[in-house]
């Protein structure tokens, strides 16, 4: 005799399963967004599937990383490889939000750098 669990029982057991998902993400990541790199922690991390589950993405680990509200938002359903370039590399005429991830994504790189070279600076090994 199959037992079936009923609809809250699946619920919890379905949000158990999105956050461990989202914790291994960002654990992969190391506390990063995916995208625009900004630091993230556990309560302000999202998953997004890299292929949308949209354009027939699968809800798999393998399809799943971390990434901030924003830029989980503003990818939606394009592909991984648009979205990077439109953050990456904004064009004339695209929308401002682009740019603005693409200069905090620059920022975040700087950031790190000038990290790295403070700790070398002072003997720190990380």
């Not at 005799?1 to 654990?27: K, P």
Request: proline fraction near 2%; charged fraction near 30%; hydrophobic fraction near 40%.
């Amino acid at each position: 005799m199959a037992y079936r669990l009923s609809r809250y029982q699946q619920a919890r057991l379905d949000a158990a399963f999105a956050r461990a998902d989202r914790e291994s993400a960002l654990r992969k990541q190391d506390g990063r967004c995916k995208y625009c790199l900004c630091k993230l922690n556990y309560k302000n991390v999202t998953r997004d599937h890299v292929v949308a589950r949209a354009t027939g993405g699968l809800d798999h680990r393998n399809n799943i990383v971390a990434a901030c509200v924003r830029c989980n938002r503003l990818k939606g359903s394009m592909s991984v490889k648009l979205f990077l370039r439109l953050i990456t590399h904004p064009l004339p005429g695209e929308h401002m939000v682009y740019r603005m991830i693409w200069f905090d994504r620059r920022l975040n790189i700087a950031l790190d750098e000038m990290e790295k070279n403070v700790f070398r600076a002072v003997g720190i090994k990380q």
